[in-house]
């Protein structure tokens, strides 16, 4: 047995759940009259009701003794000053610098990195400047119009969930696309919708080497040059690049004084603070992209100041865990009731699952408990008409995070009443469910015949008891929209420290990249394909045919 299970907070636990058993939400707050208002957490204009858990006050208690048995804070005050806590690849894991504010002191090796990261955000926000006033230009001399992020994974997921969340503060004027998949049914169609006189292409990538960003860049690059007469003089007004590579940058053919960098201890996933915001900081403007700076710098001081037992993250972290490895919950969703939030789940699911997806522990043994869920969701109430049923009446358990914002940007009032009596609705439907008796009392009140209504209860009744959690921002402004996806960032954290993993790094995404290069040599050549196992053998020499053909 591992440390982990083997340790006291985490037996008692066990113990506790075969207590509590299937104890309804609904009679808790029978016995804990106090739970709404105590199980309330409210920062800056962000809140978390997490009354409607299977979580009792002894519940808490134990799951903040195992937080503190795992040295959370110790761990998070480690992670905020610096030290390389992502051990595999010996680096620090330090995002909340990038939000962290010109006036502090943050120290790598004995070096002030807020120096580096206050240099690039001002090279940021000129360039940003620039573009909107019109200083910058094309090539022909037009005023760039058109963004267009070339990049995948967290130098794509990010920065377009965001635009999508704060398209209300978008710069009139200024369209955003995104283009991420090699598949070009991704890049042609915003190929064939733009100019190429007003279009500013830019490249994000971390590493400059992901196959699907260079190629498509690489596309982007040949458009674009085609387009202008093939002068390779064009490139330089329509590219800038993103990235902690700048030699690799340079051989792309882009030049260095239009390269924004970031730096190896910034992950992927938690990039989108750093130059890897600057479509978004296009899109959306300099003061909007600072201000969603600032709501993330005011998640980390909530995280790093409030006790644990008041602390957002560290509630949700723990809770989450409950459930994965207490109550075999095996998924987790998200469901934001904002339509603009839709590619926010998308987010969400790589900062969790490309987190927290490892099996074995910072010491490499392989752990004896589940670690990081499926994340999965979509937006209400879109959601309500497609997989609620399963959460509803399935047989899995699925805890879910319901987010609901208060003030709309729009003037239909109406709609947003029914949205909001939507959320409250359901996590009362989900929480109380519907006894086969009471069905039954409902059937036979309505006139149906005692064997029809007995027939018919069962279909009817919901078991309830499924744990919700109740988000609600004030606005979706680029304040609490950088307080949201910090939020979610430290939450993953919480879990990461208490199983004991690696977060920062994702071994587990290589395999499948190394064996695309044997499969892209395959279907280039001309002999016969043997290299594989007879089903890839034969898959390949399909795709070849049809490739050739
Ligand atoms: O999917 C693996 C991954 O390395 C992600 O962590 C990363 O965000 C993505 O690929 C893109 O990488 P890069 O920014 O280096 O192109």
Do not use: C
């Amino acid at each position: 047995m591992s440390d982990l299970t083997s340790s006291g907070a985490w037996t008692s636990l066990a113990a506790h759940r075969d207590v509590l058993g299937e104890q309804k939400i609904s009679d808790l707050f029978q016995s804990e009259p106090d739970r709404a208002t105590r199980m309330w957490i409210e920062n800056k204009g962000l809140a978390l009701d997490y009354s409607k858990n299977r979580a009792s006050a002894e519940t808490m208690r134990l799951l903040f003794a195992l937080a503190r048995a795992r040295k959370l804070e110790e761990w998070r005050d480690r992670m905020f000053e610096g030290e390389p806590i992502n051990g595999t690849e010996h680096r620090a894991v330090l995002h909340s610098a990038l939000r962290a504010g010109s006036d502090q002191i943050i120290k790598i090796d004995g070096d002030n990195i807020m120096e580096l990261v206050t240099a690039e955000l001002d090279r940021m926000k000129n360039f940003v400047h620039a573009v909107h006033e019109g200083r910058w230009r094309g090539y022909s001399g037009k005023p760039i119009d058109t963004i267009v992020n070339i990049g995948i994974g967290g130098s794509h997921l990010g920065p377009q969930a965001a635009m999508e969340a704060l398209s209300a503060h978008a710069v009139p004027g200024i369209r955003t696309h995104f283009v991420s998949n090699v598949d070009a049914h991704d890049m042609a169609p915003v190929l064939a919708g733009i100019d190429p006189e007003t279009v500013l292409f830019v490249i994000a990538s971390k590493t400059f080497t992901t196959q699907e960003t260079m190629t498509n860049a690489m596309t982007a690059r040949r458009w674009l040059v085609a387009k202008m007469g093939g002068d390779e003089g064009a490139v330089a007004h329509h590219f800038v690049a993103l990235s902690t590579n700048a030699r690799a940058v340079a051989d792309f053919g882009i030049d260095s004084r239009n390269v924004f960098h970031f730096w190896d201890w910034v992950g992927g996933r938690y990039s989108l603070w750093s130059a890897i915001g600057l479509s978004l900081a296009l899109g959306i403007g300099w003061e909007n992209f600072s201000q969603m700076l600032a709501g993330g710098r005011a998640m980390d001081r909530h995280f790093q100041a409030a006790p644990l037992e008041r602390n957002m993250p560290v509630v949700m972290g723990l809770l989450g865990l409950w459930y994965s490895n207490f109550m075999g919950a095996e998924t987790y969703a998200v469901l934001p009731y904002d339509q603009r939030l839709d590619r926010f789940v998308d987010h969400l699911q790589q900062l969790d699952m490309e987190s927290n997806g490892k099996r074995v522990n910072r010491e490499g043994a392989p752990v004896d408990y589940t670690t990081g869920p499926v994340i999965w969701g979509r937006t209400g109430t879109n959601g309500q008409h497609a997989f609620y049923q399963l959460i509803h009446q399935g047989t899995r358990l699925i805890p879910a995070d319901f987010i609901a914002i208060l003030k709309a940007d729009h003037d239909h009032l109406d709609h947003h009443r029914i949205l909001l009596s939507n959320v409250l609705a359901q996590t009362e439907a989900l929480m109380i469910g519907k006894s086969t008796d009471k069905v039954l009392a409902d059937l036979l009140a309505q006139g149906l015949s005692k064997e029809e209504a007995a027939l018919l209860a069962p279909h009817k009744s919901f078991p309830g008891n499924i744990p919700t959690n109740s988000l609600l921002l004030d606005r979706l402004d680029p304040f609490h929209f950088g307080q949201l996806l910090a939020l979610y960032e430290h939450k993953v954290f919480v879990q990461g420290v208490i199983w004991n993993i690696n977060s920062f790094d994702q071994w587990g995404v290589e395999l499948g990249k190394v064996l695309a290069k044997t499969t892209l040599a395959d279907l280039s050549g001309t002999g016969p394909i043997t290299g594989h196992d007879p089903s890839t053998n034969h898959l390949a020499m399909i795709m070849r045919q049809a490739l050739d053909g």
